[in-house]
Nanobody
Framework: VQLVESGGGSVRPGEDLRLSCAAP????????IGWFRQAPGKEREGVSC????????SHADSVKGRFTISSDNSKNTVHLHMNNLKPEDTAVYYCAALTGCPGTATGYWGQGTQVTVSS
């Protein structure tokens, strides 16, 4: 069982990207979905999450006001909308199934997608 991310790429500072995370039905039924990121030489950090059941969301302070998260329940897909990207947002982004939002990772992860922000 795996989640599948897409939408990464290279952009300039101030530009936008949308990441997508496709998950199996049973994850959408029972879990939250979270986005994490890991930059070279740094610890993995939580970015945003959404509780599928009621759409409740949470964001790290570093991305509040710039990133939003949404779910398309008809497609079992969660989107991370990243606006006004900064070089410090450069990282590999992973989505994961969580026990809730906020919540802990359950062991279901995607393979990661690279986001590079550079002028």
């Amino acid at each position: 069982v795996q989640l599948v991310e897409s939408g990464g790429g290279s952009v300039r500072p101030g530009e936008d990207l949308r990441l997508s995370c496709a998950a199996p039905q049973f994850i959408f039924d029972d879990f939250g979905i979270g986005w994490f990121r890991q930059a070279p030489g740094k610890e993995r950090e939580g970015v945003s999450c959404i509780r599928i059941r009621d759409g409740s969301t949470s964001h790290a302070d570093s991305v509040k006001g710039r990133f939003t998260i949404s779910s398309d329940n008809s497609k079992n897909t969660v989107h991370l909308h990243m606006n006004n990207l900064k070089p410090e947002d450069t990282a590999v982004y992973y989505c994961a199934a969580l026990t809730g939002c906020p919540g802990t990772a359950t062991g279901y992860w995607g393979q990661g997608t690279q986001v590079t922000v550079s002028s």
